[in-house]
């Protein structure tokens, strides 16, 4: 068996811009059901999701039979929490809380087995390699996975250029919620400030060649972000559309 080609990384680093939807819900029938829409890609998200290993394996795998790219959004930036993620087949990862070189440069080691990275061999016991069936695994694996971090602090904006030269790290990703926190203003990031800081990151993440990220639920804001740059962009995610549908519906019911 063959291991597959990570064909998300490909499109990203050809400057195609891929669409897709947050996955916060923790469950398969969601991801089944958008795995099956035509997103680019779903991002399982550990991090503020109820998300554990044994809650992302079966979105996987849903997604995976739908054909639709996945990303996991570990909890924080742990080495360990890397390994588990790639050890159950994902291929692309998102990072949080990533503030400088030291920290990109431990997640992109984390990401590769040596003498590229720290990455722990054992794959042959896990679904990585569908359970040894890929038996070059580990000589395969590293020019597959892609590593995004998110850059979503004043820190981070003040490190972009390291960050992002940081060999390893195939992308970074703005998060706007946590970045307009941590300026000062939480709940408005559209501030200009904070405005400014994004469209910083941005530049300076495609003038070192990477891909550059960010979610947006404001669909008149999709080619802005594709016009500056953007080729990994968050459209949407599974909690807040479904809410927003259930309770537009029983609005309109009740009219």
Not at 10 to 32: D, F
Not at 155 to 162: Q, R
Not at 167 to 175: A, K, L, N, P
Request: proline fraction near 5%; include cysteine; charge should be negative.
């Amino acid at each position: 068996m063959k291991l597959p080609e990570n064909t998300l990384k490909k499109a990203l680093m050809a400057g195609q811009v891929q669409y897709g939807l947050w996955l916060a819900s923790g469950s398969p029938v969601l991801a089944e059901i958008a795995g099956g829409v035509g997103f680019d890609w779903c991002l399982i998200d550990g991090e503020h999701g109820p998300n554990m290993i044994p809650d992302i394996l079966p979105q996987l795998q849903a997604l995976e039979a739908a054909g639709t790219q996945a990303v996991v959004r570990i909890a924080s930036a742990e080495v360990w929490m890397v390994k588990q993620v790639l050890d159950l087949g994902c291929q692309t990862v998102l990072v949080p809380m990533v503030d400088d070189e030291e920290k990109a440069d431990e997640m992109a080691r984390a990401m590769r087995y040596p003498p590229d990275g720290i990455r722990g061999m054992g794959a042959v016991l896990a679904r990585a390699s569908r359970y040894g069936a890929i038996a070059d695994y580990p000589h395969a694996a590293n020019a597959e996975v892609c590593l995004l971090v998110q850059a979503e602090s004043a820190k981070a904006v003040d490190n972009i250029d390291a960050i992002a030269a940081t060999e390893g790290v195939d992308g970074v990703f703005v998060g706007p919620a946590d970045l307009s926190a941590d300026m000062g203003y939480p709940g408005q990031p559209d501030h200009p400030d904070v405005e400014a800081a994004i469209d910083h990151l941005i530049k300076r993440t495609v003038a070192a060649g990477k891909i550059a990220g960010i979610i947006t639920f404001d669909d008149t804001r999709f080619a802005e972000y594709a016009a500056k740059g953007v080729t990994f962009l968050g459209v949407g995610g599974d909690t807040a559309l479904l809410g927003a549908t259930l309770r537009g519906l029983i609005q309109r019911a009740r009219q």
